[in-house]
């Protein structure tokens, strides 16, 4: 099965209580190499259930 998921911070003009720093920082640390290998290593029951494929 495959199910796609993605992240897009909130935009600032639309939401202006948002906290678009956090949320910008958020959305780079998954897209980096840390973030990748740590959705990478997420299991359950000694299972890997993402397969991280960020470009």
């Known amino acids: 099965?495959?199910?796609?998921?993605?992240?897009?911070?909130?935009s600032a003009e639309k939401c202006?209580?948002?906290n678009r720093e956090a949320a910008e920082i958020f959305a780079q640390w998954l897209?980096?190499?840390t973030g990748q290998a740590a959705i990478a290593?997420?299991?359950v029951d000694g299972?890997?259930?993402?397969?991280?494929?960020?470009?």
């Not at 099965?1 to 909130?10: D, K, L």
């Open 16 to 18: 202006p209580n948002v």
């Open 1 to 10: 099965m495959f199910n796609q998921y993605g992240v897009i911070p909130v």
């Open 31 to 33: 897209l980096s190499e």
């Open 47 to 55: 299972k890997q259930l993402f397969f991280p494929n960020a470009n």
């Open 41 to 43: 290593a997420y299991q």
